[in-house]
């Protein structure tokens, strides 16, 4: 019996667990966001640019009203033609600089491209990606040569992306 009573105060002794620790919810980063019914043109579908028809008139890319939980949070964005990490598809545009405060936000992110210009220097046909990367941290500068290629963020650094995909005839721009 006393074999028994020693096994019952270890297995009890065992089972305490300490508390668990809360985290604060004020330390916690939240990503990016923003409406889909307001990102144009829609990217649920394949944008068909006419360049005979639109006599080589640029294209209108937008996000509007941004959205970060955490509320101080600078947001910085880069557009990118098909990325892939390389020299030949740097960064297209960005917010260079200090950030978008959080009193730009309604305003989002909006840009232009024309097809017949920016997508000639690639070696194939479309359709050709145009991604747009909102981040609540800016990128991450780690030498020279990354400075205009990408798209890494420092630790912790939350993102959010829209990818829109254009294609065209490329025999039928002016240039």
């Not at 294209?59 to 892939?84: A, G, H, T």
């Not at 220097?121 to 400075?147: H, M």
Request: aromatic fraction near 14%; charge should be negative; include cysteine.
């Amino acid at each position: 019996m006393a074999v028994t009573g020693l096994w019952l105060t270890l297995g009890a002794e065992g089972c305490l667990l300490p508390m668990p620790i809360e985290a604060d919810p004020a330390e916690q980063n939240y990503a990016p966001s923003f409406p889909y019914e307001l990102i144009e043109p829609d990217p649920a579908y394949q944008v068909d640019y006419q360049p005979d028809v639109l006599e080589g008139a640029s294209l209108s890319f937008s996000v509007r009203e941004l959205e970060d939980p955490n509320d101080e949070d600078k947001l910085y964005w880069r557009v990118f033609l098909n990325y892939q990490g390389q020299y030949y598809n740097a960064i297209y545009r960005s917010n260079r600089g200090d950030g978008l405060p959080p009193s730009s936000r309604v305003e989002g992110v909006q840009f232009q491209i024309s097809p017949c210009l920016d997508f000639k220097l690639f070696p194939f046909e479309g359709p050709y990606r145009v991604e747009l990367v909102i981040a609540d941290r800016p990128f991450r500068q780690t030498n020279e040569e990354l400075l205009l290629i990408n798209q890494v963020l420092p630790e912790g650094a939350k993102s959010a992306r829209v990818h829109w995909f254009v294609d065209y005839e490329r025999a039928l721009c002016p240039i």
